[in-house]
């Protein structure tokens, strides 16, 4: 062995290890029992290789690197400055070895960059990229590339979270420790980023869906009664009866209150067609009402006077108002539940896009007789297919719901007291919303931070828009941040600019439904709600979700341009 080989002013190198020809160690590298360097390879300064470690041929390892026992990096590894391998853990060569086939030829590069760390007994399939200050947790084995700051786990190596430079687990991008913010993207910006929210709680997620698939109860299981419960304590009432969708949630309400025939039920044109489509399929009419232009929501003012013209008419009798929360913020419920209480009048909340929002101290979802919310993946609380759930204090309410959604059940399934549908929600469902709600207190936080942000970004720059709004003692869940363009056509050049720039939006809703084809027989013209024909031609949805950064932000803004 070659004097240098075993130790010098510069490095170290035990006596036990065998040093190859032309390798090159760095300046105050410390190089332990037994180990292997084999040729060609290149260590960089400050590194330490523990005992048993084999490197080579032409492996290269930077700067700062530590390397624990027992480990083996071949030939197609390098590791940039800084990295941490902990003991045991594998690296990979080719991809789908055999002892009797050679396949050196069909080599797979890895590369590790600066201050990744990789835990013991983890395994690196060849080919692989992990980046910079990534975390791979101990026996994880990872198939493909990690991204920068991304902590993975488990076999396959998933994604459960991200990693400050320091080392702590980041919290919203943000490091509890050191406080430093890491700016961070997983791909393009999107309007609902659920990966990203995926990432924070995958592994409760299919521990949830193990239990379920263990006790194999998919219809009406456990976890479907534990979410309920969990939600009636999070709108603050006493019943939460979850059901298949958000329209079945309408439907389920709407015939438990007796709605049909000869029944004017009063709500919004400016909203998604389930509001008014479920009103129609019980035979009942829907009474539009024009919005308010400042909250977008049912207008108060005129509400009343649309009441006042169908008792005049005679034809329809005024049974319910169905107020949406359009975008995530409460209607004007003192005012609606005043007016509905002058003529005996059933309040059913839409609150498929506010769950979550506040009015005036009170949840929404509890602000008229009852309240329906929709778990379609896109709301703020989204399970991973179709969902939904009726809110009530009423306990007769609530048996009539139960009742209902498994085909006017009574006392069990083939006795059956009333029509009803088919409108359970999957156990399956229930036990991925059950860690979704354990965070959405801290989503909500964060929707509402990011809505200020973009105010405040927008009103500097952006004046010819108009924001959105919430007045003091309410609180949107900001499903949406829409804006309002000065026209049709300058909303059309936006959307264009900002889709060359990779930034999606979404325009809801852009036909007001008195305009709908399906709804022609009610015999509503254009001109008769103009605030909300006028809105469905301006507004824009930009994204937004919990997970947007203020760079994303700051990107979107940017792109919003005057025509």
Excluded at 24 to 40: D, P, R, V, Y
Excluded at 243 to 266: E, K, N, Q, R
Aim: charged share 20%; hydrophobic share 40%.
């Amino acid at each position: 062995m070659p004097e240098y080989e075993c130790g010098g002013k510069d490095f170290f190198v035990h006596p036990t290890t065998e040093v190859d020809e032309n390798v090159t160690i760095g300046k105050n590298t410390k190089i332990w029992h037994f180990s292997h360097i084999m040729k060609n390879t290149i260590i960089g300064e400050n590194c330490n290789l523990g005992q048993n470690v084999a490197a080579g041929p032409d492996v290269r390892i930077g700067n700062g690197c530590k390397i624990q026992n027992n480990v083996s990096l071949y030939k197609g590894v390098t590791l940039e400055e800084d990295v941490f391998c902990g003991p045991s853990m594998v690296f990979t060569n080719v991809f789908n070895p055999r002892s009797f086939i050679k396949r050196m030829d069909e080599l797979r590069p890895t590369l590790v960059k600066t201050g990744a760390s990789l835990g013991a007994n983890s395994t690196i399939v060849c080919g692989i990229t992990i980046g910079k200050y990534a975390f791979v947790g101990a026996g994880a084995v990872v198939t493909k590339d990690v991204p920068d700051h991304a902590l993975v786990m488990g076999n396959p190596a998933r994604q459960t979270g991200w990693m400050c430079e320091c080392g702590e687990k980041l919290d919203h991008f943000t490091c509890p420790v050191c406080s430093k913010s890491i700016q961070q993207k997983s791909g393009p910006i999107s309007l609902v980023d659920l990966a990203a929210q995926q990432q924070k709680i995958l592994p409760q997620i299919e521990k949830n869906i193990q239990i379920v698939l263990t006790h194999g109860q998919y219809i009406m299981g456990p976890e479907v009664t534990m979410l309920e419960k969990k939600l009636a304590e999070f709108a603050q009432v006493r019943h939460a009866v979850s059901c298949s969708s958000g329209t079945d949630a309408l439907l389920m309400v709407l015939m438990a209150y007796g709605i049909g025939p000869g029944d004017a039920v009063f709500t919004t044109p400016f909203t998604f067609i389930a509001t008014a489509e479920v009103i129609r399929l019980l035979g009942a009419t829907p009474v539009f009402v024009d919005i308010d232009p400042a909250t977008f929501n049912l207008s108060v003012h005129k509400l009343e006077a649309s009441i006042e013209l169908v008792l005049q008419a005679g034809r329809l009798k005024p049974k319910a108002i169905v107020p949406v929360d359009l975008f995530g913020l409460p209607c004007d419920f003192d005012q609606i539940n005043q007016i509905a209480a002058k003529s005996n009048l059933i309040v059913i909340e839409d609150a498929a896009q506010s769950f979550g929002a506040e009015y005036k101290g009170r949840m929404a979802g509890s602000l008229g007789h009852a309240g329906c919310t929709s778990f379609f993946p896109a709301k703020p609380l989204g399970c991973y297919g179709d969902g939904g759930a009726v809110f009530t204090d009423s306990d007769e309410t609530a048996s009539k719901l139960k009742s209902i959604r498994v085909h006017g059940k009574g006392k069990d399934k083939y006795h059956n007291i009333c029509l009803g549908i088919n409108g359970r929600l999957d156990t399956l469902q229930a036990a991925i919303l059950l860690p979704k709600l354990e965070i959405f207190p801290r989503e909500l936080e964060s929707r509402r931070k990011i809505a200020k942000r973009y105010t405040e970004i927008l009103s500097k720059e952006k004046g010819f828009l108009t924001l959105p709004e919430v007045s003091p003692g309410y609180e949107s869940a900001w499903a949406q941040y829409t804006l309002l363009a000065p026209d049709k056509e300058k909303r059309a050049v936006m959307q264009k600019r900002l889709k060359e720039q990779g930034i999606p939006t979404a325009v809801y809703y852009p036909e007001p439904l008195h305009l709908q084809t399906v709804f022609a027989d009610l015999g509503y013209q254009r001109g008769n709600f103009p605030v909300a024909e006028d809105y469905a031609s301006r507004v824009f949805s930009i994204p937004m979700h919990p997970y947007l950064t203020y760079r994303d932000q700051l990107e979107v803004c940017k792109g919003i341009e005057p025509c």
